[in-house]
């Protein structure tokens, strides 16, 4: 029945601006009026009753449905759980796999919900919070399964670039030949990484939609560790969009890239490794390692005419520097920066990045490629006889005084081979984060974007920049005595800290270094050489590879401010280093053959703690390049009214005079932190 149905004939005849309520108004009767009424009730109850029925009959079916999308959610979820695990287990077919079955179930989801999620006409606008979180649930579960399937896509086809790189080398190598670019492969995988973290950052948009209630208890576990892999995937693609360009750069895609590799022989210390005796230039180009050339340092050295003086800690050995002693500092940059200078005074090369390993990182790789064998010497070398052969063959002059490294030009690409040939490049990655972590690995470039590559990896060897109210110790250690005495030496390093009622912090650091040759070390050493064929180990030999008085000179790096208070060596000296912006103790130590020698040190920071209520005390101890067998006590004694209520790391204990001590080696960059308060 329509409402002219119901009005009088003559109402139609009424103007055209007339409105129908006037109409009613004016020209019904009563008994018609009353009529209309009823109707017009009847109607407007009738499409209540009808409103309040199909809103909750959809209500009674979003709970319903939103458990219905809970329990299917939860298999999806669960193959985005196992599809993370393959992830992070590098089985990214397996991954992709499941990543692809997880988005046909939020695909299947979505297609039985597609009617109650479809926008709304402005007359039936139902903004129920169950159905909103199931939209976003079902919408971050698409998103996040299809970013995991696309870059599981990518990690399975970049896994094997690595080793692609090392065959295509190897036949490069072998064939002497160009080859097709192998960095192509590589930047074809960016796009796909893009889309991937497009598809992350919409996941996580709706996650945040999703409140805590909604997720059934049964599913918030594998929810939970579905946004933490969310997060961990988000990280992986922001660090390989950031890398892959750098990693390009590195291959020599756009144009050649040369290296400056610095090999320092870590028995005889010095800032950023050990005493540089040889160096290499390598060149990449589209991925391909198209020069590799091995020097003699000294070499290098003899076509520097100009005389430039030498910092104080080399005085002692040389007083005019040389592009051998160019690491004079702990702080990497400001090292390879230096020898990168010194190649170009010597007249060598421009390079664009500079490499320092030490024996002890070739001893890893040998460890990988296994022994090596060359035809000047009888055995193999490996990685238990490497340094102690080349040593004796290259300080015996066996090649001859005009060349007695000559040994290393013929070891160095057998090596090369063996490691394109036989080496699984995924092996090589723990082994490269070990060797930058225990400072046996460093990298330098003067492109800034490659600098922060290196950085961002650990390997820009850098010496700490501080926090507020930071404590810091770096030992750095510059061999004088032209041996490699320092393979036997063990280093115990007692740093003392004495908490003040006041809040003023007073530190102490007594450094033992102590030498461990004995006669069994003589016995060892003349079975080894004798194994090679070597009969003769004269005197002289001998004190060369470690058999004689350890002579040092040492840099105690502390915080800025520091001021000494006392030390056990009266020729000890306070000074600043301006490039690195921290206080230093300068001195020598030399510690005889069988014998040991201690100093000890007491200084006060330049800071106060503010213990009313608490405050944090933290310290960062930065590992000594190079150095192995050092043994680290970190003690804590506090003022009689200084109460402990934390600390880092939990291996800590407290003895029974409340003092906090901390007791192991130092084979990395280590901190420490305590919460101290009256």
């Given amino acids: 029945m329509l409402i002219r149905d119901i009005l009088p004939p003559q109402s139609h005849k009424k103007t055209a601006d007339k409105t129908v309520s006037i109409v009613i108004q004016e020209k019904t009767n009563p008994k018609q009026l009353k009529r209309f009424r009823e109707i017009s009730f009847v109607l407007l109850f009738a499409c209540a009753i009808l409103g309040i029925f199909t809103f909750f009959q959809l209500k009674n079916k979003g709970l319903r449905l939103s458990r219905g999308i809970a329990e299917a959610a939860s298999a999806g979820f669960e193959k985005i759980v196992n599809g993370a695990v393959a992830l992070k287990d590098s089985r990214f077919e397996n991954a992709k796999n499941l990543f692809q079955q997880a988005s046909g179930a939020f695909q299947n989801i979505q297609n039985q919900t597609a009617w109650l999620f479809a926008p709304k006409t402005p007359a039936l606008t139902l903004e129920d919070p169950l159905l909103n979180a199931g939209r976003s649930l079902i919408a971050a579960g698409n998103y996040l399964s299809a970013a995991g399937a696309i870059f599981s896509d990518a990690a399975s086809r970049l896994q094997f670039l690595p080793k692609n790189i090392f065959e295509a080398n190897n036949r490069s190598i072998a064939y002497s030949q160009p080859l097709p670019s192998l960095t192509e492969k590589l930047k074809k995988e960016l796009p ?8 992350l950052q919409k996941a996580n948009s709706e996650i945040q939609k999703i409140p805590d209630s909604f997720v059934p208890l049964k599913l918030r576990e594998k929810f939970r560790f579905a946004k933490d892999s969310l997060a961990l995937i988000t990280d992986i693609i922001g660090s390989l969009k950031a890398d892959i360009p750098a990693i390009l750069k590195l291959l020599g895609d756009d144009e050649p890239h040369t290296y400056l590799v610095l090999l320092q022989n ?66 990497f940059p400001l090292s390879a920066a230096k020898a990168a200078w010194f190649l170009e005074k010597e007249k060598g090369p421009g390079v664009d990045s ?13 460890k990988i490629t296994g022994p090596i064998k060359i035809p000047e010497l009888a055995l193999p070398l490996s990685s238990e006889n490497f340094s102690t052969v080349i040593s004796y063959v290259v300080e015996s002059k066996l090649s001859g005084r005009e060349d007695p490294k000559a040994i290393l030009k013929s070891f160095m690409p057998a090596f090369e081979k063996a490691l ?26 003067k492109d800034a974007d490659l600098e922060d590559f290196w950085r961002r990896h650990g390997i820009a060897g850098e010496m700490k920049p501080l926090e507020p109210k930071e404590d810091f110790l770096n030992i750095v250690h510059t061999s004088i005595g032209g041996n490699k005495s320092d393979a036997f030496i063990a280093e115990t390093i007692i740093h003392d800290t004495y908490l003040k009622s006041d809040g003023g912090v007073v530190d ?4 033992t270094r102590t030498h461990i040759w004995t006669d069994e070390t003589t016995k060892r050493l003349k079975t080894l050489i004798a194994g090679f064929g070597f009969t003769e180990l004269p005197q002289k030999i001998l004190a060369i590879l470690g058999r004689a008085e350890n002579m040092h000179a040492m840099r105690i790096y502390v915080p800025a401010g520091a001021v000494l208070e006392d030390s056990s060596d009266p020729l000890l000296e306070q000074k600043f280093d ?26 006060r920071l330049p800071f106060k703690l503010n213990l009313d209520p608490v405050d944090k005390y933290s310290l960062i101890v930065q590992k000594q390049a190079g150095q192995e067998n050092i043994a680290l006590q970190k003690r804590i004694f506090p003022d009689s009214r200084v109460l402990n209520y934390k600390y880092f790391p939990e291996t800590g204990n407290f003895d029974l005079d409340g003092v906090l001590s901390f007791e192991m080696p130092l084979l990395k960059d280590l901190s420490f932190s305590s919460v101290w308060g009256k």
């Fill in 420 to 445: 394109f040939q036989y080496t699984d490049p995924a092996a090589l990655v723990p082994l490269l984060k070990n060797a930058a972590q225990s400072k046996h690995l460093f990298a330098y470039s």
């Fill in 192 to 199: 796909a990484l893009l889309l991937a973290k497009e598809n």
């Fill in 354 to 366: 500079v490499i320092a390993i030490d024996q002890t990182f070739i001893e890893e790789l040998l």
């Fill in 578 to 603: 301006e490039e690195t912006g921290k206080t230093y103790f300068s001195v020598r130590m030399n510690v005889p053959l069988n014998g040991s020698k201690t100093i000890t040190v007491r200084y």
């Fill in 508 to 511: 102490e650091l007594t450094l």
């Fill in 266 to 331: 870590n028995a005889e210390l010095r800032p950023s490794g050990g005493f540089i005796g040889n160096y290499m230039i390598v060149e990449t180009n589209d991925g391909y390692i198209t020069k590799t050339q091995v020097f003699d340092i000294y070499s290098a050295d003899h076509q520097l005419a100009e005389a430039i003086p030498s910092p104080p800690e080399i005085q002692p050995a040389n007083p005019r520097w040389f592009m051998r002693d160019s690491n004079y500092s702990g702080h």
